[in-house]
């Protein structure tokens, strides 16, 4: 069945320092999804892409769509202790969304 | 704004025993999800509803039964509790079926 595929799985920076997670998908997207979930808290949607090539900014925050719509990335930018959390894609077909194992982001001050 | 609320933040069940999680939204949404979420496994859904009384099987439906009587209303049916099925339980709902999700708070079940 189709897989979404998620690395790193974990990640611990120093405040400062750049991230970047990465999304693999094993078949076409129509869509792709960023979720942020806080330590002790739900999944909260952050951003949808669906051109292919497409590139988004959120302040400190880049997500990028692949050309051919198997796979994406979202980068941060010296990141902050506000950014601890875990990073999910959701990777949208016909008719089903399906997320990425997620990746864990820890900020050292 | 959207509110997906979960009957309970925190559980504790006896193997064997009929376990209910309630999940409630009010924007209208036709769409519901149940998921579990274990350290390292990420979000695995269990069962999805596009419409009242009509349900899905996720990826990991086993030990599971859900119920959709009401629009705003999902609920997910652990029959006979195991200590596997010990997890989080994240319920969600959204306007399409690849459209962004909502998520409720989550409970927490610890099943001894």
């Known amino acids: 069945g189709q897989q979404v595929m998620q690395i790193p799985q974990y990640q611990h920076v120093q405040e400062g320092e750049d991230f970047t997670t990465y999304c693999n998908s094993s078949?076409?997207?129509?869509?792709i999804q960023w979720y942020k979930q806080r330590p002790g808290g739900h999944p909260v949607f952050l951003i949808q892409?669906?051109?292919?090539?497409e590139v988004k900014k959120q302040k400190r925050l880049t997500f990028q769509f692949g050309e051919a719509k198997k796979n994406s990335s979202l980068h941060i930018t010296a990141t902050q202790t506000t950014d601890v959390g875990t990073y999910f894609c959701a990777g949208g077909n016909t008719d089903k969304l399906i997320f990425g194992t997620g990746t864990r982001l820890q900020v050292f001050p | 704004d959207v509110k997906v609320t979960q009957s309970s933040r925190y559980l504790v069940k006896r193997t064997g025993e009929k376990v209910f999680l309630e999940c409630v939204q009010d924007m209208d949404h036709e769409n519901m999800f149940w998921y579990r979420q274990d350290p390292g496994l990420g979000l695995r859904l269990i069962y999805f509803?596009?419409?009242?009384?009509?349900?899905e099987k996720g990826d990991i439906p086993e030990g599971y039964s859900v119920s959709r009587e009401k629009k705003e209303r999902f609920s997910l049916i652990l029959e006979s509790a195991s200590t596997n099925q010990t997890s989080m339980y994240l319920c969600?709902?959204?306007?399409?079926?690849?459209?962004?999700?909502?998520f409720g708070p989550g409970t927490r079940l610890t099943v001894t």
């Open positions: 078949t076409t997207l129509s869509n």
């Open positions: 969600a709902s959204s306007l399409l079926l690849v459209a962004e999700q909502y």
């Open positions: 892409l669906v051109k292919s090539g």
């Open positions: 509803s596009y419409d009242v009384k009509m349900k």
